[in-house]
């Protein structure tokens, strides 16, 4: 059954540097997500993306967030100078126009 | 009054038993709903999308009250395995833009033997 993979799975990095979260989205699927989950409290939307674009953001995805598909298979977060409160679950999801599956999530501690 | 709201629980019930959950809607014009379940710190599964037929699988059925703005998720004969926290999920979108999903805080359910 095919399904979103993302990694790394794992990523601690210090305030202030970036980082790139990667995600290969289902193979036929053309809608891409990003979703958040810090610590004990729900999921959360960051931005979808649709035809090379950004579709939809939400207050969350500031101008130190990006995404970009680089190539017919990768799609990737990056969050320029990070933040303690960056600290979370980030989860790519994808979706061929309504039910969205989702990846095994990176978990971003950030010091 | 929050977008999506769900009773957090905890839901603990024995093995084999009956357990149904409720989750409301704010947005009258949302158009997709779904249950998701998740294990500790593992990503949401898709458990069922909610028509406003009803849908059924196995021993999980889903409901859609559109005029009350709430959808439900009835698990009967409950298994161990069952044990985890069940998600609310509820979108709208227009034009060819599928839109977020808004999720519930989610309803711990425990099944103990």
């Known amino acids: 059954e095919p399904e979103v993979t993302q990694t790394p799975s794992h990523q601690v990095t210090q305030m202030g540097q970036e980082v790139i979260l990667r995600c290969v989205p289902i193979?036929?699927?053309?809608?891409f997500y990003w979703y958040r989950q810090i610590l004990g409290q729900k999921v959360e939307f960051l931005v979808s993306?649709?035809?090379?674009?950004?579709?939809?953001k939400s207050e969350i995805f500031d101008d130190q967030f990006s995404v970009e598909r680089p190539d017919g298979s990768n799609f990737t977060l990056k969050i320029r100078s990070t933040k303690l409160e960056d600290s979370a679950m980030y989860f790519c999801a994808s979706s061929a126009g309504g039910e969205q599956y989702f990846g095994p999530g990176t978990r971003l501690t950030v010091t | 009054r929050k977008e999506v709201e769900q009773d957090p629980g905890p839901f603990n019930v024995p093995e084999g038993a009956t357990v149904a959950f409720n989750c409301t809607y704010s947005n009258s014009a949302s158009q997709s709903f779904f249950w998701y379940r998740q294990d500790c710190r593992k990503e949401p599964k898709l458990l069922m999308s909610?028509?406003?037929s009803g849908n059924e699988d196995g021993r999980f059925t889903a409901q859609l009250n559109r005029a009350s703005q709430y959808i439900s998720l009835l698990i009967r004969d409950s298994k161990l395995s069952d044990s985890a926290t069940y998600l609310c999920?509820?979108?709208?979108?227009?034009?060819?833009?599928?839109?977020?999903?808004?999720f519930g805080q989610g309803t711990i359910l425990t099944v103990h033997p």
């Open positions: 909610v028509y406003s």
């Open positions: 999920a509820v979108s709208g979108h227009s034009g060819t833009s599928y839109g977020k999903l808004t």
């Open positions: 193979s036929n699927h053309l809608y």
């Open positions: 993306f649709y035809n090379n674009e950004i579709s939809e």
